[in-house]
Structure formats: C-alpha cells, structure tokens
C-alpha cells in the first residue's frame, strides 16, 4: 500500500521471508532485507511501520527511539487513508467470532464491507485491493499499541483476562490500557459497546473521560436499570436510539456464555450501521461459527466433540467449560505461558469427569488438579488422547479440546492442534459405521 501511494519502501526482517511474501516484494519492486537488520538504513528512514509482533524492548527498537524516529503500526498507517468507516473490535477473548459475525451480518444486508487486522488480512492490503464502506477489525493489544491518530467509528471491548503479560512487564494495568487505546480520537457521535459485567473494564472506564456514545452489555440478572443491551428469559434485549427489541438465543447456534456477549456485540454493531431487524434475524441462523472456537466436530458413540484449539488461555478454556451441563472429558495441554489453572478449579470440580493431558510437559496441570480425585491420563498424541477419551465418556456426554495453553510444543499452530483433532473424530465416526 505504501508504494502504492507513491512512498519509498524499505522492509527489514530479522528473520528468512517467506518465499511468497519475496515474490510479492519483487513483483512491486520493493526492496528488502533478511536475517537482520542494516541498522543505519533504517534508522535514516522518515517513518517506521513495526510488526506488532516486535516486542518494544528489542535493540533496533531502541535506536529508533534514540533517533528520533517516528514508529508506527500498520493498522495507524492502513487508516490514514481509509475512506468508510471502521469499526473496530478488541478484547482477550472472543475478537474473531464477533468480527466475522458482526461481517457475516453486514455482508447479508448488502453493504460494502472488508474484514481485516489480527487474523491474517492485513488492513493495508486490504485498502490497497479495494475501497470499502466499512471496514471490520479485528484488532490485538499489540496492534493497539502503536496508534497515534486512528479512530473508530464504533469501537467493541469484549472483555479483559490477564494475556500476554510477558509484554507488558506482568503488569495487568499496562495490557488495560494498551486495550483501551482502541477509543483513542474517538468522538460524541461515535460509538462504543463494552462488556458491563467485566470488572476491569468498569474499574477502568470510571477513571476515563470517554467522548463516544456508550452501550454496556450484561448478561447478568437482576441488574437495575437493565444495561442498554442485555440477555434474559431466551432472548437478547436491546434499548437504544430510542428504539427497543428482542432477538430469540434461537436464532443463533453459538453455545456458551462467552457467546451471548459476542453476539449482542455483533447485533448491536450491525444495527448502530443501518442493519434492519428482519435482515439480522434471518443471517443469525446461517453463522456457525469458526473453525477451532467451539467447533462441533461430530459425535462418535454418541458423545459430542468440540474442538476449540484457540482457547490459548485460561480464561478461554474457561468460558468452554462454562458451555456445557453435561460431564466433560477434557484435552488440556500445550506450551504453558505462566497460567495460574487454580481459577478453574470450581468449575472444573462441577463440571469435568476426567482429564487428557495433551502436551510435552503436563507438571503444572497435573499439580493444579490432582487434588480433585479423578482421572488424569497423559498423552503426546492427538491420536491417542482422542482415543482415551472416547474411552471415559459416556454416550450423551461431552468431550471438550480447549486447551489453555499454546500448540507450539506439539503442534506447527493451534490451527494445526484442531485439524488433527477433527479429522480423528471424522476417522471415529467412519470406523464407527463399517
């Protein structure tokens, strides 16, 4: 996009670019570099577009700042000429269903929509393929980081967990407020939706002077007044521009708590854009959701599967557990970062009936719930743990893969770790059949 606007490009990688990306660059005749970085080259530059992924203490990053180098984010960059209106989507947990329903419902209602940011469409390119009148986001902490003059037109916070703390010095209040830059420029005809029941969120907003419209969502009872948009009795409720409706949880096939937040969001996102009733109402039912987040994958002797891979931390795994009324053998297990598995013991003790460990090192699991009395089994195979826990659960039960931690110890990604996990399920299911 940069060459495209005329600028002189210049890309720097620590690391070997990928054979596809060296077509692109030579293609567009941008010059580039791999396997480190030519310190004087890129200190001279006008501006520097970092990859979030860089870590803000790392050498160069630090000679940048001595040289008085403007560092910027792709997103900040992409935005600049950005010509519909963004709306931008963040939180630690539940970011890609709520970006790619709150798409699913714009796309359905005929409008012009694009869906980028943290899941592998970059903004840029994005901008640089097609002009769109909306743009959906999904946006990470680190991405959020780097902004200095973006501003959305509606903004969404789903939710606050402690992740990625290793960037943020462990420290929960600077991961906050790299989150809450995502209302940075944000104005009184704006608007921005957040999770009510989220208590770093309220501790937080109290603290703020925020210009936007607010639309606080609860899924908690009793609270009076109700919050603008609210779950109750089966349906989704909604109060704002002088406007109230319902929406049946029927109409949607996302299970779990975690997944009423979410869908509010997206519905309250799809009618803030000129969406009307009767359109969300009918694209609701034909959104299954993504593959790896809650995924039913099918239900060899009767036991349903669901794979959700991308539950990375605690507090995703939690929300899976918290989806069932029904015992649960679960797959945990993977490249732990640090998690503290102690705030899953309540619902663990009530929910789960046996534990697959799935990983190369499983001492912490282990610890965290041996106390709890009942089977856990240790496995380094996708394979196998399938096979053990078709071996525990009984028909009309559940069996859950929602890890807690990341695939990279066993796995090429989490993408890699439900993959391997679906396609056993589908080779249960046809040797089910023979």
């Known amino acids: 996009m940069a060459k495209q606007k005329g600028?002189?490009?210049?890309?720097?990688?620590?690391?070997?670019?990928?054979?596809?990306?060296?077509?692109?660059?030579?293609?567009?005749?941008?010059?580039?570099?791999?396997?480190?970085?030519?310190?004087?080259?890129?200190?001279?530059?006008?501006?520097?577009?970092?990859?979030?992924?860089?870590?803000?203490?790392?050498?160069?990053?630090?000679?940048?700042?001595?040289?008085?180098?403007?560092?910027?984010?792709?997103?900040?960059?992409?935005?600049?000429?950005?010509?519909?209106?963004?709306?931008?989507?963040?939180?630690?947990?539940?970011?890609s269903t709520t970006v790619h329903l709150t798409y699913h419902l714009l796309k359905r209602a005929g409008f012009h929509v694009a869906l980028a940011g943290n899941m592998g469409h970059s903004f840029a390119k994005c901008m640089a393929e097609n002009i769109y009148d909306y743009y959906v986001l999904e946006l990470s902490s680190f991405q959020l980081e780097g902004i200095k003059n973006f501003k959305a037109d509606i903004a969404c916070l789903l939710n606050i967990t402690p992740d990625h703390l290793n960037r943020y010095n462990h420290a929960i209040a600077a991961y906050t407020k790299a989150k809450l830059n995502i209302l940075r420029n944000m104005c009184r005809s704006d608007h921005f939706i957040y999770n009510n029941d989220d208590a770093i969120i309220n501790q937080q907003l109290n603290q703020l002077a925020i210009s936007p419209a607010r639309y606080p969502i609860s899924i908690l009872t009793g609270a009076q007044p109700p919050p603008v948009i609210y779950s109750s009795n089966g349906a989704f409720h909604f109060r704002f521009n002088q406007r109230s409706f319902s929406i049946n949880h029927h109409l949607t096939h996302l299970p779990g708590p975690h997944n009423q937040y979410n869908t509010m969001a997206a519905i309250a996102i799809a009618t803030l854009t000129g969406v009307s009733l009767d359109i969300i109402a009918a694209a609701l039912p034909t959104f299954h959701g993504l593959p790896h987040r809650m995924e039913w994958c099918g239900a060899p002797q009767n036991i349903d599967c669901y794979n959700d891979s991308k539950a990375t931390n605690v507090a995703a795994a939690q929300v899976a557990l918290l989806?069932?009324?029904?015992?649960?053998?679960?797959?945990?297990?993977?490249?732990?970062?640090?998690?503290?598995?102690?705030?899953?013991?309540?619902?663990?003790?009530?929910?789960?009936?046996?534990?697959?460990?799935?990983?190369?090192?499983n001492t912490t699991i282990i610890k965290a719930f041996y106390s709890l009395g009942f089977p856990i089994q240790e496995?380094?195979?996708?394979?196998?743990?399938?096979?053990?826990?078709?071996?525990?659960?009984?028909?009309?039960?559940?069996?859950?893969?929602?890890?807690?931690?990341?695939?990279?110890?066993?796995?090429?990604?989490?993408?890699?770790?439900?993959?391997?996990?679906?396609?056993?399920?589908?080779?249960?299911?046809?040797?089910?059949?023979?």
């Open 7 to 95: 600028l002189s490009v210049f890309v720097s990688d620590t690391g070997v670019i990928a054979a596809g990306y060296k077509h692109l660059l030579t293609t567009h005749g941008i010059p580039f570099e791999e396997e480190g970085h030519t310190e004087a080259k890129i200190v001279s530059a006008r501006e520097v577009v970092k990859s979030p992924g860089i870590p803000n203490d790392v050498a160069i990053i630090g000679q940048l700042l001595q040289h008085n180098v403007p560092i910027i984010d792709e997103i900040e960059f992409a935005a600049r000429y950005a010509k519909g209106k963004i709306i931008a989507i963040t939180g630690s947990n539940g970011k």
């Open 323 to 361: 989806s069932f009324n029904r015992p649960i053998t679960w797959i945990i297990g993977g490249k732990d970062k640090g998690n503290d598995y102690t705030i899953l013991l309540p619902i663990v003790k009530k929910s789960v009936k046996a534990i697959i460990c799935l990983g190369e090192n």
């Open 379 to 434: 496995t380094d195979n996708m394979g196998s743990a399938v096979d053990i826990a078709l071996s525990m659960a009984l028909p009309g039960e559940v069996i859950l893969l929602s890890p807690a931690c990341t695939s990279f110890d066993l796995f090429e990604n989490f993408e890699d770790r439900g993959n391997q996990f679906r396609e056993k399920i589908k080779l249960c299911i046809a040797q089910s059949k023979k």
